[in-house]
Structure formats: structure tokens, C-alpha cells
Nanobody, 129 residues
Framework: QLQLVESGGGLVQPGGSLRLSCAAS????????VGWFRQVPGKEREGVSC????????SVADSVKGRFSISRDNAKNTVSLQMNDLKPEDTGVYYC??????????????????????WGQGTLVTVSS
């Protein structure tokens, strides 16, 4: 089965940037729709971004639009989340997710985490001065 391992989290100052990476094993990530969810303290877990296997369907949450971007490297079997202009409210645990059956992604799917069957262990991002 597919396994996902996130890395790249850490402490960053407001306005700074951070790049998260998700390494997959056990299967070919190119066959999956992938994405990122986050758990912010005091809030419900929310979808941040997703990308289908072909890369032609990409969605980014309004709260991070213009600051975050998702990308994938099929040769390395990874998916990344580039986070720019980070804000304290971005602090939380970020999870890499994937689903083999989901062929499309958008706001509808980011609002429904049950569509994503595979989850990583999460990596903590702390935005603080």
C-alpha cells in the first residue's frame, strides 16, 4: 500500500517561506490525486491544496491562494507545497494526502477529507516571530 512521509516543517518568521515535501513509497504517486491538509489549533482540519494525477486539475484554498502552491515530481515520487508570505495563522500540522480513485480535485474535494484515503503522519509548521 501507499505510504506517505512529510518533511520540511519547522519554525519560520512571519513573511518567510517554507517548502514541504512528501515522499511516497509502496506505489507510484503519479497514479494518485495528491494534496495537503492542515490542522490549525482551534480550527477544523482544512484542505489546503490538491492536484490530480495529470496536473491539469489544481485547487488552492482561498485562505492561502496567492501564497501557497502545489507541485509534484513524478521522477522522485514526491509532491511538494511551497509556502510563501507565511502568517501566524498558518501555524499547524500539515498532512500529505493521496487517493487512487479520485480523478479530479477542486474546492468540493478540499472540503471533504474523506475523499483522500491515504495520509502521512504530518509535519509541524510554526510561524512566529
Amino acid at each position: 500500500q501507499l505510504q506517505l512521509v512529510e518533511s520540511g516543517g519547522g519554525l519560520v518568521q512571519p513573511g518567510g517561506s517554507l517548502r514541504l515535501s512528501c515522499a511516497a513509497s509502496g506505489s507510484t504517486l503519479a497514479d494518485y490525486t495528491v494534496g495537503w491538509f492542515r490542522q490549525v489549533p482551534g480550527k477544523e482540519r482544512e484542505g489546503v491544496s490538491c492536484s490530480n494525477s495529470a496536473g491539469g486539475s489544481i485547487s488552492v484554498a482561498d485562505s492561502v491562494k496567492g501564497r501557497f502552491s502545489i507541485s509534484r515530481d513524478n521522477a522522485k515520487n514526491t509532491v511538494s507545497l511551497q509556502m510563501n508570505d507565511l502568517k501566524p495563522e498558518d501555524t499547524g500540522v500539515y498532512y500529505c494526502v493521496a487517493d487512487r480513485s479520485l480523478l479530479f480535485c477542486g474546492p468540493y474535494y478540499l472540503a471533504r477529507e474523506e475523499y483522500f484515503k491515504e495520509w502521512g503522519q504530518g509535519t509541524l509548521v510554526t510561524v512566529s516571530s
